[in-house]
């Protein structure tokens, strides 16, 4: 995973840490796109979670559906937890929209904008579920995005 994130920004990479321990806790075998989420909703510091929270998604109530969607997977080790397929292409979306806009590093909008632009994902699901509409997330971290660009 180190090489996946090495161009991360510190605050991406803490999102992914969580992620982990997300996953772990609930004896996943993998991260998925769900646990990326929890993430970067936790982390109530990262410009990603103020994204969500400007419409109105709950991060708790986000955290209880994953919860109660997973578990299916026991993880029975303590080695480190592998990216399911879903979260390594969600990396590479990220990677290649902070290319487009010239970043140096990717942070938690693209990994958000990243996530939200797959038309299908367990990340996608919870969010319908918790009565989220992935388009306006789109938007909202477009818009943040733009101004990122306007601003440099």
Known sequence: MAELISRFTNEARHVFALAQEYAARHNQNEI?????????????SSEASQAVATLGVDPKAVEDLVAREGGSKLNGSNKELELSQEVKDVIQAAIL???????????????????????????????????????????TVREMLADDVAGV
């Open 32 to 44: 998925g796109t769900e646990h990326l989420l929890v993430a970067l909703l936790e982390d109530k």
């Open 97 to 139: 929209e902070a290319q487009r806009k010239n970043f140096a590093y990717v942070g938690t909008k693209e990994l958000l904008l990243a996530l939200v632009q797959q038309d299908s994902n367990a990340a996608i699901a919870v969010l319908n579920q918790a009565g989220a509409q992935p388009q306006m997330f789109r938007q």
